[in-house]
């Protein structure tokens, strides 16, 4: 076992586990997008971004991904925290205003709309790779793929063909956090 302390309390984790992880073994909050217990972390959204102090420095990690250490000391609510989660609700919620998921964070870090706000979108896509891990390691098929790069990046399925191999079993729709899902279905899945 490892032993370390979130928030001044110790906590103990085994070899491998992340952060988030043991965090939520003992009950502390930590917000997260695109985490999903039964597939690999991703590291998209960085929402569940914590302070790690090592003994020699001191910085801002994404806890789905990061390793628990020995000693290390984290903060989920210190101030340097609370800023960079509430610069990364600012920019969910002004791509995606109407998504439920959304609203509640931003209800909860007292965030509004931003003059920089995407108007006529609603539910928009955050490339969180959920619906393409899901899909993948829950469900066992390969009918989601990420496409293109850089700001033509997108969630499509294979080769930009819809796909035959898409069972329509829902999964991608049930684990997207925005509902961006639902306007991408009719077109990778082949009916
Ligand atoms: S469609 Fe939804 S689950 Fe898939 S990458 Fe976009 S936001 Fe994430
Ligand atoms: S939950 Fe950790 S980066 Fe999204």
């Given at each position: 076992m490892i032993t370390f302390t979130i928030n001044g309390q110790e906590v103990q984790g085994q070899d491998g586990w992340t952060i988030l992880e043991v965090a939520r073994w003992h009950g502390i909050d930590i917000p997260t997008l695109c985490h999903y217990e039964a597939v690999e972390p991703y590291g998209a959204c960085r929402l569940c971004v914590v302070e790690v102090d090592d003994g020699k420095r001191s910085r801002v990690v994404i806890s789905c991904m990061y390793p628990i250490r020995s000693g290390i000391q984290v903060k989920t609510?210190?101030?340097?925290?609370?800023?960079?989660?509430r610069w990364i609700v600012q920019l969910l919620l002004d791509e995606s205003p109407g998504a439920p998921k959304i609203q509640e964070l931003a209800k909860a870090f007292r965030v509004t709309p931003s003059r920089f706000k995407k108007e006529g979108v609603e539910f928009a896509c955050h490339l969180c790779g959920l619906c393409i891990r899901a899909c993948q390691e829950v469900v066992g098929v390969q009918a989601l793929t990420f496409g293109n790069r850089g700001v033509l990046k997108e969630v499509t399925a294979p080769y930009h063909q819809r796909s035959t191999d898409c069972?329509?079993?829902?999964?991608?729709?049930?684990?997207?956090?925005?509902?961006?899902?639902?306007?991408?279905?009719?077109?990778?899945?082949?009916?």
């Open positions: 609510d210190s101030p340097r925290v609370a800023n960079v989660r069972i329509r079993c829902g999964t991608c729709l049930y684990v997207c956090p925005t509902g961006a899902m639902e306007q991408l279905f009719p077109q990778v899945s082949a009916p």
